[in-house]
């Protein structure tokens, strides 16, 4: 079935890039999601690539998609401290409606 | 235009007893979905519906039911509450059509069962 990996934490300097990586196992997602989660809080929808593109960039947000490797990325230019939160990526399972989320990375942005 | 609303926000239960959450997807979508996300991991999808009908399931036992309004609305009941049913339970909308559609969520009801 569908497996979503990420690194578990990261450690930037505020000002500093973050880059966090995931990767995934179904070759047939359509779409590919980021989505952010501050402490106690939901999910909110950061950005998303469509499987036939290599990148995406949305003001401080970048994202390259590496569909040979199956390999996700999201970068984001000029960290700040409000940018500390759990980031995951998420990919659809099987071409359905399902989302299948990886365990999230933990960005620490220092001042 | 309002997003995804949840609830409640908060409660806490006893083992044995059930609960009912609710959700009102953003405006303009018609498909609803729920994940159940334990401290520490990433959500697990439960299950979704769409035109009043559970389209897809997840690994979930049959304690957890759903169900859809005509105005697009849905409730989660979770039956004979365990410990470990304690969670932090997402909804998630989007429109009918999977491909090239955004799915957004709500800030989610914390449930505590003690």
């Known amino acids: 079935g569908e497996d979503v990996e990420q690194s578990l934490f990261l450690s930037v300097r505020e000002g500093d890039s973050s880059v966090i990586n995931c990767t995934y196992t179904?070759?047939?997602?359509?779409?590919l999601y980021w989505y952010k989660q501050e402490p106690g809080a939901g999910l909110q929808l950061l950005t998303y690539?469509?499987?036939?593109?290599d990148m995406k960039q949305d003001q401080r947000l970048t994202v390259l998609l590496n569909k040979k490797d199956k390999h996700l990325s999201l970068r984001i230019a000029d960290t700040q401290t409000g940018d500390s939160a759990i980031y995951f990526c998420?990919?659809?399972?099987?071409?359905?409606?399902?989302?299948?989320f990886g365990s999230g990375t933990r960005l620490l942005v220092r001042p | 235009d309002a997003g995804v609303t949840q609830s409640p926000t908060h409660l806490i239960k006893t083992r044995g007893q059930q609960v009912t959450l609710r959700c009102s997807p953003k405006?303009?979508?018609?498909?609803v979905s729920w994940y159940q996300q334990a401290l520490g991991q990433g959500p697990q999808f439960i299950f979704q519906?769409?035109?009043?009908?559970?389209?897809q399931r997840g690994n979930f036992p049959d304690r957890f039911s759903g169900h859809q309004f005509p105005n697009y609305s849905s409730e989660l009941n979770v039956n004979a509450l365990l410990l470990g049913d304690s969670a932090l339970y997402l909804c998630?909308?989007?429109?009918?059509?999977?491909?090239?559609?955004?799915?957004?969520f709500g800030e989610g009801s914390w449930l505590t069962v003690v």
């Open positions: 998630a909308s989007s429109t009918g059509t999977f491909s090239g559609n955004t799915i957004y």
């Open positions: 179904d070759s047939s997602s359509t779409y």
């Open positions: 690539i469509f499987s036939n593109m």
């Open positions: 998420a990919a659809p399972m099987d071409s359905s409606y399902k989302l299948i």
């Open positions: 405006s303009g979508h018609d498909t």
């Open positions: 519906y769409y035109e009043e009908e559970e389209r």
